[in-house]
């Protein structure tokens, strides 16, 4: 069964976007793209929010340019949870969804098979997956930043019994810590 993993990026205060959903802060610190390719290879699904979708979107201007969707992801499908219409990207393998996160996670988990389902974001997001017990595992790339406000990494309580530390890693300024999440 496919493991589902929040990665993502967050600052040593605990954010993973500044208080205008922006990125950028992230794009300052050198050492986290390394992982990303390995670990997206072993991905056959993944879900994001309205918000990231959208910044993706304006950021790298997706919509005038959607190869670069496609040298990112492929024909790896994602589903973006969102209550309102959003532009579509010409040729990727995008779902718009709201709504319960359950069957959408079975559909994710049909489509990866024994790959990973990744969780891209945002925090609420992948609270909803884990209030449901759908979260196996958290991987953090700490950055050397803070923001001091913006979006939080995990807006739910987990508490420690349900986490368990299971890997760190140095990769130059980031810091990577890898927790399995057990259902409570």
């Known amino acids: 069964m496919a493991k589902t993993t929040y990665y993502t990026a967050?600052?040593?205060?605990g954010f993973i976007a500044d208080e205008r959903n922006?990125?950028?802060?992230?794009?300052?610190?050198?050492?986290?793209?390394?992982?990303?390719?390995?670990?997206?290879a072993e991905v056959g699904a993944f879900a994001m929010g309205a918000t990231t979708y959208e910044w993706v979107l304006g950021h790298e201007r997706i919509l005038d340019h959607p190869e670069k969707w496609q040298g990112w992801y492929g024909e790896t499908p994602c589903w973006v949870f969102t209550h309102r219409d959003l532009p579509e990207i010409p040729g990727a393998s995008v779902t718009f969804v709201k709504g319960d996160v359950r069957p959408v996670h079975e559909a994710m988990a049909a489509a990866a098979g024994d790959r990973k389902i990744w969780l891209v974001g945002g925090g609420e997001?992948?609270?909803?997956?884990?209030?449901?017990?759908?979260?196996?595992?958290?991987?953090?790339?700490v950055a050397p930043v803070t923001l001091g406000a913006g979006a939080p990494v995990l807006p739910r309580r987990l508490?420690?019994?349900?986490?368990?530390?299971?890997?760190?890693?140095?990769?130059?300024?980031?810091?990577?810590?890898?927790?399995?999440?057990?259902?409570?």
Request: overall charge negative.
């Open 159 to 184: 508490v420690s019994g349900r986490l368990e530390l299971v890997e760190i890693e140095r990769a130059e300024q980031f810091a990577y810590l890898t927790y399995a999440v057990h259902q409570g």
């Open 10 to 13: 967050t600052t040593l205060d």
């Open 22 to 40: 922006s990125l950028d802060w992230l794009f300052e610190v050198e050492g986290g793209a390394d992982r990303f390719a390995p670990f997206f």
């Open 125 to 141: 997001l992948v609270g909803a997956f884990a209030d449901q017990g759908l979260l196996d595992e958290i991987v953090f790339g």
